[in-house]
């Protein structure tokens, strides 16, 4: 999954994917 994430916008949107991740985490905690 990482190589799809990476190969939507050369790792653009890879990020914008963990910060919502990390997001959800904290809310979650």
């Not at 190969?7 to 959800?24: A, F, M, N, P």
Request: hydrophobic share 30%; charged share 45%; proline share 0%.
């Amino acid at each position: 999954m990482e190589k799809n994430i990476k190969s939507k916008r050369g790792g653009q949107w890879d990020k914008s994917v963990i910060g919502e991740i990390l997001k959800r985490e904290l809310e979650e905690v």
